[in-house]
Nanobody, 123 residues
Framework: QVQLVESGGGLVQPGGALRLSCAAS????????MAWFRQASGREREFVTA????????RYADSVLGRFTISRDNAKNTVYLQMNSLKPEDTAVYYC????????????????WGQGTQVTVSP
């Protein structure tokens, strides 16, 4: 129903910052809750953060709370993930996901996924 393309990943030193973008192609973008998940090498995909369709409510995994910020610009059909104070354990492929209705921290609740963008935090 909606196609997602992530961008903005790269290599950053510990303590640095990156801003990821997720561009969506869809006619009713504001009706989709959006989320970011990540998958580190050898680990299962995990929830990072999510935002409601209106942008009025967000939630975060404990591991990123206070460091990451999710936001969206519905006029641009884009969701962002601002990542500050990055740590080596943040290294992963970051995926954008979408679902109709309310947001969820459960991976299985999302049926629209981007291709992922690599984030590497290393000195």
């Amino acid at each position: 129903q909606v196609q997602l393309v992530e961008s903005g990943g790269g290599l950053v030193q510990p303590g640095g910052a990156l801003r990821l973008s997720c561009a969506a192609s869809g006619r009713t973008f504001s009706s989709y809750a959006m989320a970011w998940f990540r998958q580190a090498s050898g680990r299962e995909r995990e929830f990072v953060t999510a935002i409601t369709g209106s942008g009025g409510s967000t939630r975060y995994a404990d591991s990123v709370l206070g460091r990451f910020t999710i936001s969206r610009d519905n006029a641009k059909n884009t969701v962002y993930l601002q990542m500050n104070s990055l740590k080596p354990e943040d290294t992963a492929v970051y995926y954008c996901a979408a679902r109709g209705g309310g947001y969820s921290a459960r991976e299985s609740m999302y049926d629209n996924w981007g291709q992922g963008t690599q984030v590497t935090v290393s000195p």
